[in-house]
């Protein structure tokens, strides 16, 4: 007899052990970067089971939905109705709709709109249900050649110079790799800032990843510079650099557990480091 399970098969109880049925389901789903079959076999299943899928912007989902033949209703939740559009996606879960947030890109929550809706969920007792899927932050740091067993996830760095500088300035005494965001059409300005601090740091640049167009580019920070520089690459990157070398740093006994080389941690048999998007 074929199974009836439903994407959210397995999440009836809420943490209390309380059973919500009157409540729907939000689901996080990961959504493609650059290629449209970068979509889990998951993600397609549950965006075909939900009621109404909350998306930033129609014309970037859109397409990709009809990619896959999906047609459900769309509402539209970003940095400008983010407050106002909570209100009503949670009116769906209290009538036990079963909606999937998604973002233009990537992985939802994760430098996007819906950390608000997501909390609220939570408050209201609705389960919510993480879909992952492509991540331009995973795909730098498994491509980066730079140590990755611990790695710093430092997000979007300050577009006031001065603070980005300071940032980075403290950034630079961070012993494990370091991964940062930023915008399309700054890469020049961060480079020249990291420069200014780390000229000689071993780092990566990753361009447009898991995109058709995705390149990978390696040296020390001057050498980056100076390649982009003469590049002038515009569009969504990664930038990586190493963290401060060994012999570097500060004699503090709380450093003491981060300050064994990649080369000597010894590993558990079986045990495989892992990290989110």
Known sequence: ??????????????????KEAQLGT??????????????????????????????????????????????KPLEVLNEHNELRKTEEVLGYLRKAKKVALVSDAGTPVVA???FELVQRARQLG??????????????????CGLPVDQFLYAGFLSRI??????????????????????????LLPLLRTAAEVIPDRPAYVGCNLTMPSETHHYGTVKELLAKFEQLRFKGEFVFCFAGLPQHDLPDIGSRQPQQRSHKGRKRSKGRKGKRRR
């Open 1 to 18: 007899m074929e199974s009836k399970d439903t994407p959210e098969s397995g999440q009836e109880q809420s943490p209390s052990g309380v």
């Open 26 to 71: 939000l689901f996080l789903v990961a959504m493609p970067i650059g290629n449209r079959d970068d979509i889990t076999v998951r993600a397609l299943k549950v965006l075909k089971a939900v009621d109404v899928i909350v998306c930033e912007d129609p014309k970037e989902t859109a397409p990709i939905l009809l990619h896959h033949g999906i047609s």
């Open 112 to 114: 996007d709109p819906g």
């Open 126 to 143: 609705a389960e919510v249900v993480p879909v992952p899927g492509p991540s331009a932050i995973m795909t730098a740091v498994m491509m």
């Open 161 to 186: 110079p001065a603070i980005r500088k300071s940032q980075l300035e403290e950034l630079a005494q961070e012993p494990r790799t370091v991964v940062i965001l930023e915008t399309p059409y700054r």
